[in-house]
């Protein structure tokens, strides 16, 4: 699943409508430099997110290869925000090439989602989340299979999800 992301909530939305069947095998990147910070951090989004970290800053491409192979070899589900980080304004930024590297090539569905109303009930600096009405928008899944593993198919598989998000956004 790759979505915009606008708050700290945005994940426990998109957690909510993946089918019970699937929630062993969900995996949200989150940030390594976040929610990796201290010992204590660290074991709080393992135990309530079932996270993986993401190094944003110094993030090598060994542990991109990890991800890739471990989001096939074992089926999982990831729940990525391809922006790299929050919108600090509540508007979507531009998808990161690292997505294509995780997705270019392989017989991974992605399915594109737009969440609203998220960074009303939760924006960057808040520390509780306020009433707010959430829409979450589902697109249909894509394929890349036949997408070359390179930066040009990386750029491909970003521009084409980056789009199909935002397509499902508000107009």
Not at 5 to 17: E, G, K, R
Not at 89 to 114: H, K, N, Q, W
Not at 124 to 148: D, H, M, N, Y
């Amino acid at each position: 699943m790759v979505a915009n992301h606008t708050s700290h909530l945005d994940v426990f939305c998109l957690a909510a409508v993946v089918p019970m069947r699937l929630r062993q095998r969900l995996l949200p990147i989150a940030a390594g430099d976040t929610f990796f910070e201290t010992h204590l951090h660290a074991r709080l989004a393992t135990l309530l997110l079932n996270a993986l970290p993401m190094w944003r800053h110094n993030c090598g491409l060994h542990a991109l290869k990890t991800l890739r192979k471990r989001l096939i070899d074992d089926r999982c589900v990831y729940i990525l925000f391809p922006e790299g980080t929050r919108s600090r304004d509540g508007t979507m930024g531009s998808f990161r090439d690292g997505l294509g590297m995780l997705i270019a090539a392989s017989p991974v569905p992605v399915v594109p989602c737009y969440l609203d109303g998220a960074f009303d009930a939760l924006p960057p600096g808040a520390r509780w989340p306020r009433p707010r009405s959430l829409t979450l928008r589902i697109g249909k899944p894509l394929q890349f299979e036949q997408v070359t593993n390179r930066r040009a198919g990386w750029q491909t598989v970003c521009t084409e999800l980056e789009s199909a998000v935002r397509s499902i956004g508000p107009t």
